[in-house]
Structures are given as structure tokens and as C-alpha cells.
Nanobody
Framework: VQLQASGGGLVQAGGSLRLSCALSGRTFSGYAMGWFRQAPGKERKFVAGLTWSDGRTYHADSVKGRFTISRDNAKNTAYLQIDSLKPEDTAKYHC????????????????WGQGTQVTVSS
């Protein structure tokens, strides 16, 4: 299984980005994928997740209304749309998958992508 995250960059506060996570190596029915972020010197935190088979989503309270997770089954790609970016959104964003339900605990995820850096300037 491989995950390839992309789409990060340097943006001004108030801007938007769409992160992508391309999945390969198997079919992902029965799997959940999650987006996490880790700011410098801080713990990695869950921001959003979805179940691959039915597209059901969950967003952490801290990002509701600004972050939207989605997936394109045909392309085996998941997305994280981030709107109204704030400097505190600056972090490395990682995608991960696990067999089973969405979970905010990073330690239950089996496969991880390398991450993509998002930097928001004020």
C-alpha cells in the first residue's frame, strides 16, 4: 500500500488549498482514511476522516466549517479542502489508512503517506 500526499504550499491567510492523497496497492473497501497534521514542536493531530466504501465523513471540531474531506473512488484519491486558512493551520499534513472505522487515534492507522507542508502567512 502506498499513499502519496500533495497539494501543500505557501499561502496567505484567508486563502484556500486542496490537498490530495493518492492511494495505491489494493482496493480500499473496508478501510478508513484520515488526515492528520503536525505543527513544529507539537503532537500530530487528527483533522478529518472518511470511510472509503460509502464516503461517510467526520471532521474534528477544531476544523469544522473550514476543512472538507472527500474522495474520488475512480481515481483512488482523497482530498482535503482547506478554506479560510489561518496561520495556525501551518503544519505538515499527512494522510493515512486503516482497516475498519474512522478513528482519531493516529496509532491505529496502518499505512502513512510522506506528508505535504502547508504554510500560512499572516
Amino acid at each position: 500500500v502506498q499513499l502519496q500526499a500533495s497539494g501543500g504550499g505557501l499561502v496567505q491567510a484567508g486563502g484556500s488549498l486542496r490537498l490530495s492523497c493518492a492511494l495505491s496497492g489494493r482496493t480500499f473497501s473496508g478501510y478508513a482514511m484520515g488526515w492528520f497534521r503536525q505543527a513544529p514542536g507539537k503532537e500530530r493531530k487528527f483533522v478529518a476522516g472518511l470511510t472509503w466504501s460509502d464516503g461517510r465523513t467526520y471532521h474534528a471540531d477544531s476544523v469544522k466549517g473550514r476543512f472538507t474531506i472527500s474522495r474520488d473512488n475512480a481515481k483512488n484519491t482523497a482530498y482535503l479542502q482547506i478554506d479560510s486558512l489561518k496561520p495556525e493551520d501551518t503544519a505538515k499534513y499527512h494522510c493515512a489508512v486503516r482497516r475498519g472505522a474512522i478513528d482519531s487515534n493516529e496509532f491505529v492507522y496502518d499505512f502513512w503517506g510522506q506528508g505535504t507542508q502547508v504554510t500560512v502567512s499572516s
